[in-house]
């Protein structure tokens, strides 16, 4: 037994007058007890970062209740930035067939016979939204698909050239 | 045999052939270089591709041809990944979906419609960073995208 508390000594470097008597089962070691740091330092770090002395419960209370309060708020905001977006696409859906007007300065050069068109001021039926693909969100920053006339110009047929043009809903005016 | 015994002379007295650390870094970077790099055939028509719809839109390169390689491979590696060139300059939800819906697939909507191409691949004569060329060789497209 002598030789068991020798071994655990020399083992676990501690003294060998540390070590209890090793009749009893399951002795619980000592170790030199460490001096625990005091936590009451933290509370005014947390309440007001700023001031360096203690300050009372109230004032603590209420600025540590106004940030839990703006997280929740923050995370409502991020909560509602899905809906937002579908409601957007429900609004975009919802418009089609609608006439627009143009009210941006905004050129395209996509329509056949033309190099360039000024869209400004130009009235046109919105055909799709396309923001939305089979149920998916596309990330397309000009949703609207607008179909508009090209009266300057006439088709082989006659008729004057029908155009798509994608725009973004801040670029034109919905006309009801 | 003297100039063997000079150089081993320099690292006398370890016993380790040179060859050993050599062998580990260029395996390292061999497969590094495998996993992103795209194919040399999708390079090759996507630079085509840029060349021919520079000069169809009237639009030139950038003055940094480091720029329009970088651009001109992202479009090489969104077509061997997903067949078809997706603009490499953007963030995607869902690649598949937008490349079966085509805002993005390159020409996109913005440059086809408005010649805004936010890349830089394609860029209109009044923009600052227009150079004057319309070509692009393979061996330029090489040496500005080295990878480290």
């Not at chain 1, 005091?38 to 209740?65: E, K, M, W």
């Not at chain 2, 009237?58 to 491979?73: L, N, Q, W």
């Amino acid at each position: 037994m002598t030789t068991s508390s020798a071994f655990f000594s020399s083992l676990l470097n501690i003294p060998t007058s540390k070590i209890p008597n090793m009749d009893t089962p399951l002795a619980k070691i000592k170790y030199p007890s460490r001096r625990r740091t005091s936590f009451t330092h933290f509370h005014p770090i947390r309440s007001a970062p700023d001031s360096v002395s203690i300050i009372d419960n109230l004032p603590a209370a209420t600025s540590s209740s106004a940030p839990s309060s703006s997280a929740t708020t923050t995370n409502s905001v991020i909560l509602d930035d899905d809906s937002v977006n579908d409601d957007e696409v429900k609004k975009g859906e919802s418009r089609v067939g609608v006439k627009v007007r143009v009210k941006v300065p905004l050129k395209v050069y996509h329509v056949p016979k033309l190099p360039e068109y000024e869209l400004t001021g130009k009235v046109g039926v919105v055909k799709q939204y396309v923001g939305i693909h089979k149920g998916k969100k596309i990330s397309a920053n000009l949703p609207y698909k607008v179909e508009f006339v090209a009266d300057e110009v006439l088709g082989r047929d006659g008729k004057p050239v029908k155009f798509l043009a994608h725009l973004r809903d801040d670029e034109f005016e919905f006309l009801d | 045999m003297k100039a063997l015994q000079a150089s081993t002379s320099y690292s006398v007295g370890f016993g380790i052939s040179p060859a050993a650390p050599l062998l580990r870094p260029s395996r390292h970077r061999h497969v590094i270089l495998a996993q992103v790099e795209p194919s040399e055939k999708s390079v090759e028509i996507m630079r085509k591709f840029s060349e021919q719809y520079a000069r169809r839109s009237g639009t030139y390169f950038c003055v940094d041809k480091g720029v329009t390689s970088v651009v001109i491979k992202g479009l090489a590696d969104h077509k061997d990944t997903l067949g078809a060139p997706l603009c490499p300059c953007r963030h995607y939800d869902d690649k598949p979906a937008e490349v079966q819906q085509g805002f993005w697939n390159c020409p996109c909507v913005p440059m086809r419609e408005r010649k805004e191409c936010h890349c830089m691949l394609f860029l209109t004569p009044d923009n600052d960073f227009a150079g004057q060329e319309q070509a692009i060789t393979l061996e330029e497209i090489k040496e500005t995208t080295v990878n480290m």
